[in-house]
């Protein structure tokens, strides 16, 4: 029994936030799902970015889409749907055996497309009949202008990962969508018991942000709420969870709830905990995806102390107040995260065509 073994049973799904082919071509992700006990992959831009610069994996398709003439948007595409179809593969048995809530890979669409509803739709729904595999999740973000396409998507019977969350206000936003969306598969006549989806809040970029900002205040008060912003933040959306999700959630029959999870939770400032981002956020119905770097840490060090969600709102908001007290304004670091959370998948995105076009040049 490990520590993610005691997480899975305290109700939290580990998933690796990480895929490359190297990973799959030497078997990797197949150890690390049966030595770490991880049950599902996310990607996003910045990975992909990574995998593809690195190594020789990807020398032969390259080779091949050259040859054929492709684009760089095509034949990025083209590499990370292979990847994301084989690591569905992977992950089939959990799949099967979680009956569809694990064992899922997400793919995102381009980030450029934020704020375009449209084309981010017609990329979900060619994401999904490409990769073709029923446990995909198509990644896409919570930006106003993408919010129409998350609802679409459901309702087409995809399943999707809502990500770059950072507000609870959002946060409601994204249920009311997911909700939306579930109605509309079930008056379509999909088999809504099939149709999974999470929602991604991410969790140490706001302590990043805030931090910094109680750090410009200086005050020994403001000092003193270092560290406890982007916990107490996620806690409150799990008590949304809560009661969005209860008894009387108005989901149409067979439905499943829209998990919580927990994404960025590597931590950023080496003064914390490496495991605070897990350990704080251990609880029933949710989803932490973490870089190999975290789930290792956490199998080390362990250090989970029960469900540290359940009963945890009354805390977070005396928290949450605290720091606005400090002379923080949440709305303001909020709409920064977003825009810089787009901005950077975004300028990972350009980077990755930039260097995969000069290949194929």
């Known amino acids: 029994m490990t520590a993610i073994d005691e997480l899975a049973q305290l109700g939290t799904s580990t998933w690796l936030d990480d895929l490359s082919r190297d990973r799959l071509q030497s078997?990797?992700?197949?150890?690390?799902?049966?030595?770490?006990?991880?049950?599902?992959?996310?990607?996003?831009?910045?990975?992909?970015?990574?995998?593809?610069?690195?190594?020789?994996?990807?020398?032969?398709?390259?080779?091949?889409?050259?040859?054929?003439?492709?684009?760089?948007?095509?034949?990025?595409?083209?590499?990370?749907?292979?990847?994301?179809?084989?690591?569905?593969?992977?992950?089939?048995?959990?799949?099967?055996?979680?009956?569809?809530q694990d064992g899922r890979v997400s793919i995102e669409v381009d980030p450029r497309l934020s704020e375009d509803a449209a084309a981010t739709l017609a990329q979900a729904r060619e994401l999904w009949s490409t990769v073709d595999r029923p446990n995909l999740m198509i990644k896409i973000p919570a930006t106003t202008g993408s919010l129409p396409a998350i609802a679409d998507a459901l309702?087409?019977?995809i399943s999707v990962n809502v990500t770059l969350i950072f507000s609870v206000a959002r946060y409601e936003d994204v249920i009311a969508t997911f909700k939306h969306g579930i109605?509309?598969?079930?008056?379509?006549?999909?088999?809504?018991?099939?149709?999974?989806?999470?929602?991604?809040?991410?969790?140490?970029r706001l302590?990043?942000?805030?931090?910094?900002?109680?750090?410009?205040?200086?005050?020994?008060?403001?000092?003193?709420?270092?560290?406890?912003?982007?916990?107490?933040?996620?806690?409150?959306?799990?008590?949304?969870?809560?009661?969005?999700?209860?008894?009387?959630?108005?989901?149409?029959?067979?439905?499943?709830?829209?998990?919580?999870?927990?994404?960025?939770?590597?931590?950023?400032?080496?003064?914390?905990p490496s495991t605070l981002y897990v350990t704080e956020l251990a609880g029933p119905h949710t989803v932490n995806t973490m870089p190999e770097k975290t789930i290792d840490a956490v199998l080390a060090e362990g250090g989970l102390h029960g469900d540290t969600l359940t009963g945890s709102q009354s805390g977070a908001e005396d928290i949450l107040a605290a720091v606005a007290a400090a002379g923080i304004d949440f709305a303001e670091v909020f709409a920064v995260l977003?825009?810089?959370?787009?901005?950077?998948?975004?300028?990972?995105?350009?980077?990755?065509?930039?260097?995969?076009?000069?290949?194929?040049?």
Request: hydrophobic share 40%.
């Open 183 to 204: 109605k509309r598969a079930a008056e379509n006549g999909h088999d809504v018991s099939t149709i999974h989806s999470v929602a991604s809040f991410f969790v140490s």
């Open 155 to 157: 309702a087409d019977g």
């Open 207 to 272: 302590d990043t942000e805030v931090d910094r900002r109680l750090e410009e205040i200086g005050s020994a008060e403001a000092l003193a709420l270092r560290g406890k912003s982007g916990v107490a933040n996620a806690q409150r959306a799990y008590g949304v969870f809560l009661e969005q999700f209860g008894e009387d959630s108005g989901l149409p029959a067979g439905a499943n709830p829209q998990r919580p999870l927990w994404a960025s939770t590597g931590v950023k400032n080496p003064d914390y």
């Open 27 to 100: 078997g990797n992700l197949q150890e690390i799902i049966g030595t770490k006990s991880i049950v599902g992959v996310t990607t996003n831009p910045a990975i992909f970015a990574s995998a593809m610069s690195q190594g020789t994996a990807y020398d032969e398709d390259i080779a091949k889409l050259k040859a054929a003439g492709a684009q760089a948007d095509a034949a990025v595409y083209s590499l990370a749907v292979a990847d994301v179809r084989d690591a569905c593969d992977v992950f089939a048995d959990i799949y099967r055996a979680s009956n569809g």
């Open 338 to 361: 977003e825009q810089e959370g787009v901005d950077k998948f975004v300028a990972a995105w350009q980077e990755l065509l930039e260097s995969i076009q000069a290949r194929l040049s």
